[in-house]
T-cell receptor, first 113, second 115 residues
C-alpha cells in the first residue's frame, strides 16, 4: 500500500532549537505540499513543490522556516530557531499533476516549549 | 481571494440516517474539489475528487456533488455508521493558469454518529 511517510511522528523541543521534519512522498508523485494544522487556523499551506522545484512558499515565515527537496524521494522542512507558536501538526502531502488526489502523511506533532 | 466555508462545524446524528455535509466557496474558477476525512490524531484521507467539468462522484455510500456556478459542493453519506465519525474537509484547487497555487481547505465539519 503506497503511502506518504513522515518522520518523526512526535517532536518535543525547547525554544531556540532547530527542528527538521522529513517526508518521503509516494514513489512517482511529482508534487509535494507542506501544511501546518492548528485548531485556530486550520490547514495552512507552507510550501509547494512540483518536480522538486519550489513553486509557492508564500505561507512560510522565511526568517525561520526553510523547505527543500534534495531528491525526488525526500522533502524536508526545517525551523531554526523554533518558537512556541510553531507548535502544531505538520503534514506532508504528495500527488501527481493537478488532476489527481492528494495523499497525506500521518503528520509530525511538534511541541516547542 | 478564494474562501472555503463548511457549515455546520459539528454535526451529530443517529446511526442509520442519511446526511449531507456542505462546502461553499467564493470563487467559482476552480480546477477541482476534493473531500477528505480526518480521524483524530491522523492525517487526511482523500474520499472523492470532482473535476470542474463533473457534477458528481460516487464511492460506496458516499456521493459528492459540485455546482460551480453557485459555489457549492455537498457530500452525501447514506446509511451512516459509527465508523463514519470523523472530521470531513473539502478543498478547492485553483486552475493551472491561475496566479494562485494554493489548495484552499475548509475548516471541516466534525461528524459524530450515535449508535
Amino acid at each position: 500500500d503506497a503511502r506518504v511517510t513522515q518522520t518523526p511522528r512526535h517532536k518535543v523541543t525547547e525554544m531556540g532549537q532547530e527542528v527538521t521534519m522529513r517526508c518521503q512522498p509516494i514513489l512517482g508523485h511529482n508534487t509535494v505540499f507542506w501544511y501546518r494544522q492548528t485548531m485556530m487556523q486550520g490547514l495552512e499551506l507552507l510550501a509547494y513543490f512540483r518536480n522538486r522545484a519550489p513553486l509557492d512558499d508564500s505561507g512560510m515565515p522565511k526568517d525561520r522556516f526553510s523547505a527543500e527537496m534534495p531528491d525526488a524521494t525526500l522533502a524536508t522542512l526545517k525551523i531554526q530557531p523554533s518558537e512556541p507558536r510553531d507548535s502544531a501538526v505538520y503534514f506532508c502531502a504528495s500527488g501527481y499533476g493537478t488532476d489527481e488526489k492528494l495523499f497525506f502523511g500521518s503528520g509530525t506533532q511538534l511541541s516547542v516549549l | 481571494k478564494q474562501e472555503v466555508t463548511q457549515i455546520p462545524a459539528a454535526l451529530s446524528v443517529p446511526e442509520g440516517e442519511n446526511l449531507v455535509l456542505n462546502c461553499s466557496f467564493t470563487d467559482s474558477a476552480i480546477y477541482n474539489l476534493q473531500w477528505f476525512r480526518q480521524d483524530p490524531g491522523k492525517g487526511l484521507t482523500s474520499l472523492l475528487l470532482i473535476q470542474s467539468s463533473q457534477r458528481e462522484q460516487t464511492s460506496g455510500r458516499l456521493n459528492a456533488s459540485l455546482d460551480k456556478s453557485s459555489g457549492r459542493s455537498t457530500l452525501y453519506i447514506a446509511a451512516s455508521q459509527p465508523g463514519d465519525s470523523a472530521t470531513y474537509l473539502c478543498a478547492v484547487r485553483p486552475p493551472p493558469y491561475s496566479s494562485a497555487s494554493k489548495i484552499i481547505f475548509g475548516s471541516g465539519t466534525r461528524l459524530s454518529i450515535r449508535p
